[in-house]
């Protein structure tokens, strides 16, 4: 036991005085529950065993309480950790048009077969054949098969293409004239816009068969990587539609160009 020497001045005398004794230490568990309750009382946080440390870069997340429990830390982990880049946020907006049925935008066709379109054209034919190309071209556009599968579409895509080579070009503008001035004559020319754009899309007008690259749109006609206009006669019916696409916008506007581009029944 350590001694310290202290001087008394009473009476002259030299006393020696004895350090009073210091208190015995705790045992090291005793003295680890002693630091786990102050450490606790005053809500202190270890940071080297938090799981928000980041070692790779070495910085710290401060973490200023301790009032949240053990959840919200791991849940505040699992923010940092998780990537946010592969969250479809148009999936969670009740208002997205992620979450909207976009098979209600289309109107209910009736269902064509294919002999129904066949013998349509055979009639049609034998308008043209009568020397009737206004009233052909009236009922093709009437009777277009919205409900018929693809061939049946192509068959009567090479109809209208037919019946629209045999009018001559001075009698486009009349013809749509009394076209858009009859009963349904607005729909009747959005319709024909719709094939007009189908035309010139396939590969071989007038062949019947649609092309292999063909990617089909949600729009009133379908579009191609490329164009093949099929040689001298591709040329030709190219330049028809064209023509009749002149004369109809001149006639119902670009409005018709809209129209047929946001219908999704197709032709």
């Not at 379109?117 to 009236?138: F, H, K, T, Y």
């Not at 749509?176 to 816009?193: A, K, P, Y």
């Not at 023509?243 to 809209?258: A, C, F």
Request: aromatic share 6%; with cysteine; hydrophobic share 35%.
């Amino acid at each position: 036991m350590a001694r310290a020497s202290r001087i008394c001045m009473a009476s002259g005398l030299r006393v020696n005085v004895a350090k009073p004794p210091s208190a015995p230490s705790l045992p090291p568990h005793h003295r680890q529950a002693r630091r786990a309750t102050r450490s606790e009382r005053g809500r202190q946080v270890d940071w080297r065993a938090s799981p928000l440390t980041n070692h790779k870069e070495g910085s710290l997340s401060k973490v200023h309480s301790w009032s949240s429990s053990t959840l919200s830390t791991r849940h505040s982990y699992i923010m940092a950790e998780f990537n946010w880049r592969t969250i479809n946020v148009d999936a969670l907006d009740p208002e997205s048009a992620y979450n909207f049925d976009l098979s209600t935008l289309t109107p209910a066709v009736q269902p064509v077969s294919t002999a129904d379109v066949q013998n349509l054209s055979n009639q049609i034919r034998q308008l043209m054949r009568g020397g009737n190309a206004e009233g052909a071209l009236q009922g093709a556009l009437e009777n277009a098969p919205y409900g018929a599968d693809e061939q049946g579409k192509s068959i009567h895509l090479s109809v209208v293409t037919e019946v629209l080579g045999q009018i001559r070009q001075a009698e486009m503008t009349p013809i749509l004239q009394r076209l858009h001035g009859s009963e349904g004559g607005s729909e009747h020319c959005d319709t024909l816009m719709k094939y007009l754009y189908k035309g010139m899309s396939q590969g071989a007008p007038g062949s019947g068969s649609t092309p292999k690259n063909m990617t089909p749109q949600a729009t009133g006609f379908s579009q191609m990587g490329g164009r093949s206009f099929g040689g001298e006669g591709g040329g030709q019916a190219m330049s028809v539609f064209l023509s009749w696409h002149e004369k109809l916008v001149e006639m119902v506007g670009p409005g018709s160009i809209v129209r047929v581009m946001s219908d999704r029944r197709t032709v």
